[in-house]
């Protein structure tokens, strides 16, 4: 992921450079949970403990991006871009009952490809892959998320699109084994990936056309 981008960084640096035009919009999602729940068992090797975890687990709620994205056409039809802003999770429970609201930072690696036009036009085709960045603790360590997005979007107006499609992200979780009892189990952090399926819904704007 590093390498992916260091390579975007490059190539921006090059267009910069060359003095061509890079596009800029805001977004607006809504990301509706989707799919149903998986368990899995972990069973220790060093530690008499046995547990069920959520490999994958929906959402109770829908939650919500604003994006700034940048993009670059390298041809008529393709162009490559980034983006960054906010998520928000609004009062979801985790390992308790706790309820919570979460601000995530993302940054991701975007791609848009126009497929054909539709009264004069273009649908486009538009995949996005990164991470989220947050931290907290829920008696296990919610730490980032991988994330991949991919849509189909159209033009409503000369500077506005909007989009449908799924996103998939993949919290990464760890729990300290320690903490069920110190005194019995020896130093252990079990992780895992928790992964959560959306339906996104987004209007964008173009803000330097």
Same mark, same amino acid.
């Given at each position: 992921m590093r390498f992916i981008f260091f390579i975007f960084f490059l190539l921006l640096g090059n267009t910069i450079m060359a003095q061509k035009k890079i596009l800029f919009d805001l977004s607006f999602g809504l990301l509706?949970?989707?799919?149903?729940?998986k368990l899995k068992t972990f069973e220790s090797n060093i530690n008499p403990y046995v547990v069920q975890y959520y490999q994958r687990k929906k959402l109770q709620h829908p &939650?919500?991006?604003? /994006?700034?994205?940048?993009?670059?056409?390298l041809t008529k039809k393709l162009?490559?871009?980034?983006? &960054?802003?906010?998520?928000l999770r609004f009062k979801e429970t985790y390992t308790t009952y706790a309820k919570k609201t979460s601000v995530f930072i993302p940054l991701q690696l975007t791609?848009?490809? &126009?497929?054909?036009t539709i009264n004069d036009k273009w649908l486009g085709v538009n995949v996005a892959a990164g991470m989220l960045f947050f931290d907290f603790t829920d008696f296990e360590n919610y730490h980032n998320s991988l994330v991949y997005n991919a849509s189909f979007s159209y033009p409503i107006g000369t500077k506005s699109s909007i989009s449908i499609g799924l996103e998939k992200e993949a919290d990464k979780v760890s729990l300290d084994v320690r903490k069920f009892n110190?005194? /019995?189990?020896?130093?252990?952090i079990f992780k895992y990936n928790l992964n959560r399926l959306f339906l996104e819904v987004s209007y964008s704007l173009i803000i330097n056309k």
């Open positions: 509706k949970p989707i799919s149903n729940d &939650s919500v991006n604003i /994006l700034v994205g940048s993009a670059y056409p162009s490559v871009g980034i983006k &960054s802003g906010v998520y791609a848009q490809y &126009s497929l054909f110190e005194n /019995l189990y020896k130093d252990e």
